[in-house]
């Protein structure tokens, strides 16, 4: 049963896929309301602390896109797992994380460096969808991101939305650092499909390789 269930949720996702042109949900409008709290968080932490880790770092799968060591990340939450450690540094975007975790399946701080060109790649988690919000990002002319065939230059405060599956990627040409929030979230999806998509999520969550993850970021 459950075979034909998963089954009936590929067949719905494969045939609603598209690369972007996706509307804003709802809840996304509570992290625009608060962009600003959550910019001056990130400043605080980057002059107290930093960037967060190489992506690769958490994540071997990312080794031949960081090859330079030019991009991190800072996970702040994942697959039910809140990161108490560097989330106590963030109150306000806390709050917001708390406050939809029944919608998003991951929140991250990626920060490319200056020169930085993340190679065209697909991610392979079919039941969710991307949107970066721009946190700190000077000279967004020189930052390009293409998803398929559109490419954006996303401005602080900004927001864009894709399916990650797709095959997409960033070229940082600016002089400075380029950070965006990053968010995860479910595919919007009729409740039956909903369910069906949300326990397919859960059972990757426990798989190893997630659990490798977590297990590097509470180190």
């Not at 494969?14 to 972007?20: L, Q, S």
């Not at 959550?38 to 400043?43: P, V, Y």
């Not at 770092?57 to 060591?69: A, G, M, T, V």
Request: include cysteine; charged fraction near 30%; glycine fraction near 4%.
């Amino acid at each position: 049963m459950l075979r034909i269930l998963d089954q009936l949720l590929s067949k719905k996702l494969a045939k609603m896929r598209k690369p972007h042109g996706f509307d804003m949900p709802v809840w996304c409008g509570f992290f625009l309301n608060e962009v600003e709290n959550i910019q001056m968080e990130w400043k605080q932490y980057k002059e107290k602390i930093g960037e967060g880790v190489f992506i690769d770092e958490l994540s071997k799968d990312q080794e031949l896109l960081n090859e330079d060591k030019k991009w991190k990340a800072l996970f702040l939450y994942g697959y039910s797992f809140l990161n108490e450690k560097e989330l106590m540094h963030f109150p306000e975007t806390a709050k917001l994380i708390q406050n939809n975790l029944d919608e998003i399946t991951l929140v991250m701080l990626s920060t490319t460096e200056s020169g930085k060109h993340i190679p065209a790649h697909t991610g392979n988690n079919h039941g969710v969808l991307r949107l970066q919000i721009g946190i700190d990002i000077t000279e967004p002319e020189k930052c390009s991101l293409r998803v398929e065939d559109k490419t954006v230059q996303l401005k602080e405060k900004e927001i864009f939305i894709f399916d990650d599956t797709f095959e997409h990627e960033l070229v940082n040409n600016s002089n400075s650092n380029r950070t965006v929030l990053i968010i995860d979230y479910y595919k919007p999806l009729p409740f039956l499909y909903r369910v069906l998509n949300k326990r397919k999520i859960a059972e990757i969550a426990k798989s190893d390789y997630v659990q490798s993850v977590i297990k590097k970021i509470t180190k």
